[in-house]
């Protein structure tokens, strides 16, 4: 079931890119205009394992945000019940990304960990609020945490009130709701309302 959620997240931001970015503005409080421009990078990653035939792990999604500043963002989409597996998953996505567009100059090496952020469609007693890499090295330890975004923290009411803001969640959380009744779920609305132009992919 989950990879059904995969592929719609993905499919949504690979026709409509611009929409990604209520997301990341809400997730990280940036404040992008809708104007920047998007670059989406491929989703396929090999991580190399000892002793083994490197196995290819598929990201949800891997772009970079040309603002102010050049920032790299990786996107998870999830609907599993949390069991510690997905932050070690996270973690060796993001490393990979990092590796892929790494630069070395003089045997210097240098990489730079992108953005990442965790969208959950259901709510469970063990989802986290946040997730956290803490990374010792000889050199000194580096830790910073990993947001986390509830989809079912946002009622139906509260999207469609905003103006289709959070557009790359509303089909899914639409089918969320309709598959699982949550008591997380804050919607007084009795049922799902239609979406204009989700079943075609217009109005981008």
Do not use: W
């Not at 999830?78 to 973690?91: N, V, Y």
């Amino acid at each position: 079931m989950g990879n059904i959620y995969d592929g719609a997240f993905r499919t949504i931001l690979n026709d409509c890119r611009q929409m990604i970015i209520p997301v990341i503005n809400e997730i990280f409080k940036e404040d992008y205009t809708g104007n920047e421009i998007i670059e989406f990078h491929p989703n396929e990653h090999f991580i190399d394992q000892q002793d083994a035939a490197d196995k290819e792990r598929i990201t949800d999604t891997n772009f970079i945000i040309y603002g102010k500043k050049k920032k790299k963002y990786h996107l998870e989409c999830e609907s599993s019940l949390p069991d510690g597996r997905m932050t070690i998953r996270l973690f060796e996505y993001d490393a990979q990304i990092a590796l892929d567009e790494g630069e070395v100059i003089n045997e210097t090496l240098t990489v730079t960990f992108p953005n990442t952020a965790v969208l959950y469609l259901r709510n469970y007693k063990k989802t986290p609020d946040k997730m956290r890499y803490v990374i010792k090295t000889p050199g000194g330890t580096a830790e910073y945490d990993v947001p986390v975004m509830k989809v079912q923290e946002y009622s139906l009411d509260d999207i469609f009130s905003k103006g289709f803001r959070h557009k790359p969640l509303t089909p899914l959380a639409v089918s969320v709701c309709r598959a699982t009744p949550s008591p997380t779920m804050k919607s007084s609305a009795p049922a799902a309302p239609s979406i204009p132009g989700s079943s075609q992919g217009t109005g981008c």
